[in-house]
């Protein structure tokens, strides 16, 4: 039978490339203010502060795109999942872009101050968090579930690297109280990497009911 | 009361995890729970021409049922066996079997005038009898040799079941054709009840009426289905997803015999349909 939708199909893709330039644009931030703190660079630092504002106003115009679709084409089915996901992804997105400006003022707090320690497992760290970033954007792309559950379990890898960290910026704490303030700073910038992680697999979550119709906890 | 329900070949959404699953067959997303009409195998033909093709559906006994499908899929013909109204077209049959109650209303032995009464309908355009209102709803119960006093309460009771009551009661005397297309229809939904119905079908109720008359008209059947069984033939999607607790997706087999394709449970049908027919039709992929 012949297709008769059109304009909606053409909503469709453009608020999938939106989500998809969102995505590209975070992902970006978090590689950029990593290598603000690793390179001590403060103007890439208050790139990514400053770039956030980008950021915010692509979700806002994509969540009222979103609300425009719901509202005259009145999805169901996988229409209805697909906007409802991409809202929710979005929204992701907008918070990982926050972690992001968290990485980069804590590298300008950082960048002024004799280093704590070699970084090692910080950038192990944001590697990994960037490498679940830029898969389940694939994911998202071919909708496929089966690669959002699998980039879903490497969160695990993060959190043990988080904890590891955590023990060791403790452990430099009660050594030397000068530390305290360079290893907190620390502390919250692992932390910001680590959330990244967590809502990757959100947003692995919302692959999963795309294609299925189920809300399912992968964490 | 409870009856097997009938084995098809539909796909059929869900789990339905709050209906008590049944020993017996298939389908039905309703099965194992009280069945009020079970059609089974049934196909029907304009003269030579098939309209149905072996259609097997069991509705739920106080439950809405919505009918979808693209025009000429069959949906209204089908609705139309469950009370015989297709008698009155020359040339027509069906076969396969209607359960209403066990009892199978195809049977050249069943009292059509006693089915009618037992199985009232609504059709897509108000049709109120050129009569006063009180008339329009007492016109059955009259016909059944009730007494005025009992016509008198029926009337008011079912002037009150469809939410007229307060905007009729002191023009009961006057012409129902002077009522609003909205109050026609409900009027014409008091005439149905007020002689004791089990089941209703409505025929696109809400076709010819405006946005909030629709609501009055979705509102009453949330109301009526605690006490009836209706089943709904419509082409709104948002109207059969509002009000409906199962659907049943019909389509035109090659052939241009209406099938059914597809029957759940609403949520299933429109949030994850297992066919990609269902999904492209209730998506606007094709209509």
């Not at chain 1, 690793?38 to 103007?43: L, S």
């Not at chain 1, 509202?71 to 972690?99: C, K, N, W, Y």
């Not at chain 1, 101050?113 to 994911?139: C, F, N, W």
């Amino acid at each position: 039978m012949a297709a008769i939708r059109t304009q909606f199909d053409q909503e469709l893709a453009e608020l999938k490339s939106g989500v998809l330039r969102m995505g590209s644009m975070v992902e970006q931030a978090i590689a950029d203010s990593m290598r603000a703190l690793v390179e001590r660079d403060n103007d890439l630092a208050h790139k990514v502060i400053t770039g956030d504002q980008d950021v915010n106003e692509l979700h806002r115009q994509l969540r009222e795109r979103a609300f425009m679709i719901m509202a005259t084409q009145q999805p169901v089915a996988r229409d209805l999942r697909l906007i409802v996901s991409f809202q929710h992804m979005v929204l992701e997105l907008e918070r990982m872009g926050d972690h992001a400006v968290g990485i980069a003022r804590a590298a300008l707090r950082l960048n002024d101050l004799p280093q704590l320690k070699p970084y090692v497992d910080l950038p192990r760290m944001a590697e990994l968090t960037e490498s679940q970033v830029h898969d389940i954007l694939g994911a998202v792309i071919e909708a496929d579930q089966d690669r959002a559950r699998a980039i879903a379990e490497r969160d695990d890898e993060v959190d043990i690297l988080y904890h590891r960290v955590w023990d060791e910026l403790v452990g430099y704490m009660v050594e030397d109280p000068k530390n305290v303030q360079r290893a907190a700073v620390l502390l919250f910038l692992a932390k910001d990497l680590e959330r990244i992680a967590d809502r990757v697999t959100n947003i692995a979550e919302d692959v999963v009911f795309l294609h299925t119709g189920r809300i399912v906890e992968l964490s | 009361m409870s009856v097997a329900s009938s084995p098809d070949a539909v796909a059929v959404s869900g789990t339905m995890d709050d209906v008590p699953m049944h020993a017996e067959v298939a389908p039905a997303a309703v099965q194992g729970a009280d069945i009020k009409l079970d059609t089974r195998h049934v196909n029907f033909y304009y003269g030579d021409f098939q309209a149905l093709h072996d259609v097997s559906l069991a509705v739920q006994a106080c439950k809405i049922t919505a009918l979808i499908g693209p025009s000429g899929c069959g949906k209204t013909t089908f609705l139309r066996i469950f009370n015989r109204m297709h008698d009155l077209v020359p040339g027509t049959r069906a076969t396969g079997e209607v359960l209403l109650d066990g009892k199978n209303v195809l049977d050249p032995g069943t009292d059509v005038i006693q089915l009618r009464r037992q199985v009232g309908m609504l059709f897509q355009r108000a049709n109120p009898f050129p009569k006063s209102i009180f008339d329009n709803v007492a016109y059955g119960p009259h016909m059944l040799g009730w007494s005025k006093q009992q016509i008198e309460a029926v009337v008011e009771e079912c002037l009150k079941d469809t939410g007229l009551w307060d905007e009729v009661k002191n023009r009961l005397r006057r012409s129902a054709l002077n009522l609003s297309g909205g109050q026609q229809q409900r009027l014409c939904l008091a005439r149905a009840l007020a002689v004791k119905p089990d089941v209703i079908l409505m025929d696109e109720p809400a076709s010819a009426l405006d946005p909030i008359a629709t609501l009055r008209i979705e509102e009453l059947m949330q109301h009526l289905k605690k006490r009836y069984t209706i089943v709904i033939v419509t082409h709104n999607m948002q109207q059969a997803s509002r009000v409906s607790d199962f659907t049943a997706f019909m389509l035109m087999n090659p052939q241009r015999a209406g099938e059914l394709i597809e029957f759940g449970p609403t949520d299933d049908i429109f949030n994850r349909p297992k066919d990609d027919r269902t999904e492209d039709y209730i998506t606007g992929r094709f209509g």
